[in-house]
């Protein structure tokens, strides 16, 4: 063998290996990218199954929550306790953030709202600490802008409109507006 032939059989070896590998490298990508894919679509079942479940357990607990089976009566425990607790944590929430609960639905009110917006409920807790300190109750900011700004309106007194200056705004305890005429004052 010359090593003309020789060296074009090493060149046909290693040919042959690099497309043998390259062939080799190409099985094992379809076959990582069919895993891959087979891992997702049994995830995305496990995880429709684990909602069922949740969905299931929801179901019971709704039906015989007051009275579980005895099997069941620890989870039923564990389930209420915390619903307590995330209540006393709604609470406190509220408390930090100068809002309340609303009795009717829990949602988070605003202690300026007087209704609750998710249910249309009075909320009798609104005004209880502006109240308790002695101050008064925050006022719509549609009934009056700001105290102590002058307003003008008209007046008609024997059909001639006439523009009144208002210096002073009071409200009283049953948020009533009243302004003081700086002119007559």
């Known amino acids: 063998m010359e090593i003309k032939e020789f060296i074009q059989k090493i060149g046909e070896d290693a040919g042959n290996s690099v497309s043998k590998f390259a062939k080799g490298v190409a099985e094992n990508s379809k076959k990582l990218a069919e895993k891959t894919k087979t891992k997702k679509t049994m995830q995305g079942f496990e995880r429709k199954m684990q909602e069922s479940y949740q969905e299931i357990g929801k179901i019971y607990f709704s039906l015989h929550g007051e009275m579980p089976d005895e099997e069941y009566s620890e989870h039923v425990k564990n389930i209420i306790l915390a619903q307590e607790e995330i ?28 209704f609750c917006p998710q249910c249309g409920a009075k909320n009798e807790e609104a005004f209880k600490e502006n109240k308790s300190s002695g101050e008064k109750e925050p006022l ?20 001639l409109p006439v523009k009144e200056s208002v210096s002073e705004v009071t409200v009283s305890d049953d948020n009533s507006v009243d302004a003081i005429d700086s002119e007559n004052n």
């Open 140 to 159: 719509d900011e549609s009934i009056i802008e700001a105290e102590s700004e002058i307003v003008e309106h008209e007046v008609k007194d024997d059909n």
């Open 87 to 114: 209540a006393k944590c709604q609470q406190k929430l509220a408390e930090l953030e100068k809002s309340s609960i609303c009795s009717s639905c829990g949602s988070v009110i605003e202690n300026t709202q007087k």
